[in-house]
């Protein structure tokens, strides 16, 4: 198993810079130096070097992304590898535990060792889903609109009919006789005309007089002029930072994976993941034989 960062040492070339805080590969080096894009210096330079360096950028992030998804993968089927594996010895030895808290609470009778076995016990029984506990009362979301009026004794009322005053009703046939998308003549302008009619009808449908009248002023003022797009270097500049900034979020993932538990397992026996899930069933297997006997000695 290799780590991603360890992958990526390993395949970053020699002439490799650092933008944003994540590495950047340099593909457009002249020979002997580097081809490190900084904004100081990248505008004096050739358009070439730019698309080279964003290229070089690109063929590395895709390599570390197939790094770090490979790892992913290992990690995940890992994971099933272990619940599937030890997950049953876990759940023996918590039922053990149960056991256990229970027989000493029966035998002393004492508040405190009732109350851990009671809790003991919760950490076995499994926990329904919130629906189910509460018979459809209330989701994820909290209480269902009908369950929070019979709480609190009120009756369910359907939301109040809006009634748009004769201005709004002028308002909204003016705009959309003018608006109507069918007045178009060309696929941009269609889709503008629909953006904006399906603003026109949710005010109307409000009946917000005064949304109506500012969405009037904004059909009178005409389209909004068209900003002025970037330059090609400034694309490709934008395209640098989207890499690093890529870079950086799959680092973090990487990170993530590396630190949680099953990762931190992997890196303890990286060449034969196998080998440590039998060593670890060896352990389980000898505390569930120490619990059965501590029980069986409670019980005798």
Known sequence: MTTPEAEQSQAEPAGAGTRG??????GGAEQGGEAQVTAEDGAGRPKERLERAVRAAEQA??????????????????????????GPMYARLDELDARIAEA??????????IRKADEARARVLPMPGVEELFHGWMDGGGLFPEAAAMLTDQ?????ERVRPSDEARKLYRELARKAHPDLAQEDAERSRREEFITRVNAAYARGDEALLRELAEEWAAGPAPKEQGPTPAEELYARLE???????????????????AIGAMLRLAPDDPDRLLDEIADQLLAQVTEREAELAALLG
């Open 61 to 86: 992030l895709i390599e570390y992304e197939i790094a770090v998804e490979t790892f992913r993968v290992e990690v995940d089927n890992f994971s099933r590898l272990h619940h599937q594996k030890l």
């Open 242 to 260: 989207w890499l690093a900034q890529r870079k950086e979020m799959l680092a973090f993932v990487a990170k993530e994976l590396e630190e949680s």
């Open 21 to 26: 805080g994540a590495e950047v590969p340099a």
């Open 155 to 159: 009756p369910v009322r359907p939301p």
């Open 104 to 113: 000493t609470a029966a035998r002393t009778g004492d508040p405190e060792d």
